[in-house]
C-alpha cells in the first residue's frame, strides 16, 4: 500500500521561504518519478518540480531559479524548498509519487 503525507505548508510573507516534505510508504523514492504539484482555486493542476530515478530535476519555468526539489533515500521522504515566494504561489501542493497522491498542503504567500 503506497501512501503520501505532504507536510510543512502555512502562511508565508511574500518574499519569505518554506520547505514542503513529502513522506512516502510503501514505496522507494528512489524508483521512478516523484513530482509536486500545485493547484490555485478555479485553476488545473500544473507540475511544479519532478526528480526521477537518476536524481535528474526539472521545474515548471514559473519556479525556476526559486524552487528546488530533493529528496533523501534514508528517510524515504521528497522535499520542496521554496525560496523567495510570491502571492501567484499561493494553492495546495500535493505530492505524487508512481501515480499515487497525497491529501495536499496548503500554501498561502500574503502580508
Known amino acids: 500500500q503506497v501512501q503520501l503525507v505532504e507536510s510543512g505548508g502555512g502562511l508565508v510573507q511574500p518574499g519569505g521561504s518554506l520547505k514542503l516534505s513529502c513522506a512516502v510508504s510503501?514505496?522507494?523514492?528512489?524508483?521512478?518519478?516523484t513530482g509536486w504539484y500545485r493547484q490555485a482555486p478555479g485553476k488545473e493542476r500544473e507540475l511544479v518540480a519532478m526528480?526521477?530515478?537518476?536524481?535528474?530535476?526539472n521545474y515548471a519555468d514559473s519556479v525556476k531559479g526559486r524552487f528546488t526539489i530533493s529528496r533523501d533515500n534514508a528517510k524515504n521522504t521528497v522535499y520542496l524548498q521554496m525560496n523567495s515566494l510570491k502571492p501567484e504561489d499561493t494553492a495546495v501542493y500535493f505530492c505524487?509519487?508512481?501515480?499515487?497522491w497525497g491529501q495536499g498542503t496548503q500554501v498561502t504567500v500574503s502580508s
Open positions: 505524487n509519487h508512481r501515480a499515487h
Open positions: 510503501g514505496s522507494s523514492v528512489s524508483i521512478t518519478f
Open positions: 526528480i526521477i530515478s537518476n536524481g535528474i530535476t
